[in-house]
């Protein structure tokens, strides 16, 4: 860039100066041509009156002058001619100053010499008696001041040369140095170039979406090794138990009565495991948003009530009740997933919940939402877990988890769930007072 910049200035410079000394050139040139056009007339004028006054002796007895005086005769015959033999001179008729000044009273006009190094410029006035009174006078071209001016033009040129290419490199080096010395760690926080405001704000921008995007990619990497260990732990447990009673049944030293409840622990085990793993798939289609179901109007208040009549028995079990709020409210969402959704919500009420306790679905609209709320009478969540709980796998009290059941993954599968139907999710609770978990959609 510096190299650049140094180039650009550099050849600007010379063009500029080049320009600049021809034009001036220039200026002068037609200065002086209009100067000596403006003294030949004024001496033509001026030596017309004495030869009308003193006739050809006059200007016989001129002596010091450098202009070429010529006196023709009406026919073009040279009568006088202060730097010549008259009669050795040709006929002057068709010269084109003599020509204008036998039709207009005054002519003018200049030649070349065959190298173009000297003009000359020719006036001519007409006298009284007819004849043409001629001044001329020789004048250097701009060719032949350029000539004679090349040496010292040449010096000058290359000191221009040299002073150009010294301030040049400076320049660009000044122009490049705070460039170079960015600080692109902290891009705002430069004193740099104004118009290299809006590039250093978008550095800063893309450095901070970069930033996020790397953190939020290692919370993810470390969310995966941890979904990972969990997984292979929860898979871990059941098919240690699924193998060492299908060992000690295998074996054959297992009573009758034994084996049906080895059988059965077989089969509990089993449901455990399928369990989780459609879980996991219904996490993974979730996460990839990789779902083959289309979205549809969906009733809240009638899956809910749907939800509540397939889980009345295992409310029963712990003399749970189960009521259903509200009216209707439709979504735009995929059923599969809601029901999901409302089913985990509802099942943990459930589970969490303390003997003889309530379980309410509350559905209803407002302000062009649909609000699904579930609100339990449980054992409620302490403060520095409600954060978490929707995270997979986490739980709150580990060894009541066991005794309850369930995969761990319940509310990752709600929160999931909502991020696909872009519901909000809001929770409410206090430890030992019971839970609410509400879910706010927009409406279908």
């Not at 600049?20 to 040139?29: C, E, R, V, Y």
């Not at 001629?134 to 004048?139: G, K, L």
């Not at 040129?157 to 692109?184: D, E, G, H, M, Q």
């Not at 996490?283 to 009638?302: A, C, F, G, M």
């Amino acid at each position: 860039m510096s190299s650049k910049i140094f180039r650009s200035s550099f050849f600007a410079t010379l063009l500029i100066l080049t320009v600049t000394i021809a034009f001036i050139m220039s200026l002068l040139t037609n200065l002086f041509d209009r100067q000596i056009r403006s003294e030949i007339v004024s001496e033509a004028q001026y030596l017309k009156q004495a030869v009308e006054n003193e006739g050809v002796s006059f200007l016989e007895s001129l002596d010091n002058t450098d202009r070429r005086i010529t006196l023709v005769n009406p026919d073009g015959t040279v009568v006088f001619d202060n730097q010549a033999d008259a009669s050795s001179l040709d006929n002057h008729a068709e010269r084109e100053e003599i020509k204008q000044a036998m039709a207009e009273g005054t002519g003018m006009s200049k030649r070349y010499s065959d190298t173009l190094t000297e003009k000359t410029i020719y006036y001519a006035v007409k006298l009284d008696d007819n004849r043409i009174l001629r001044v001329s006078t020789n004048q250097y071209t701009l060719v032949s001041v350029l000539l004679g001016l090349m040496q010292p033009f040449i010096i000058v040129f290359v000191i221009a040369f040299v002073l150009t290419a010294v301030l040049s490199s400076r320049v660009s080096k000044s122009i490049v140095k705070p460039i170079n010395n960015l600080n692109l760690e902290n891009p705002e926080n430069n004193e740099t170039y104004e118009e290299l405001t809006p590039l250093l704000r978008k550095i800063s921008d893309q450095k901070r979406t970069i930033s996020k995007q790397i953190e939020e990619l290692s919370k993810r990497d470390e969310t995966r090794r941890e979904f990972t260990a969990n997984v292979s732990h929860e898979l871990k447990t059941p098919l240690t138990s699924i193998s060492g009673f299908a060992e000690l049944m295998k074996n054959g030293d297992v009573p009758r009565e034994v084996a049906a409840d080895f059988s059965k622990s077989i089969y509990d085990e089993t449901q455990r495991l399928i369990s989780l793993v459609n879980d996991i798939i219904e996490l993974s289609e979730l996460d990839e948003k990789n779902i083959p179901l289309e979205k549809e109007t969906v009733d809240l208040y009638e899956l809910s009530g749907e939800i509540i009549d397939r889980l009345k028995s295992e409310a029963a079990k712990k003399n749970v009740s189960l009521n259903l709020i509200g009216g209707s409210a439709k979504v735009l969402g995929v059923r599969k997933i809601l029901d999901e959704m409302i089913y985990n919500l509802c099942d943990n009420a459930i589970k969490y919940n303390k003997e003889n306790g309530t379980v309410d679905v509350i559905v209803n609209d407002a302000d062009k939402k649909a609000y699904l709320t579930v609100r339990d009478t449980g054992i409620g969540i302490n403060a520095e877990h409600r954060l978490r709980v929707f995270e997979r796998f986490y739980r709150v009290d580990k060894s009541r988890s066991k005794q309850v059941g369930g995969t761990g993954l319940g509310l990752a599968i709600v929160k999931h769930g909502a991020i696909y139907h872009n519901a909000e999710i809001t929770l409410e609770s206090a430890e030992g007072k019971g839970t609410s978990v509400t879910l706010a959609f927009d409406k279908g």
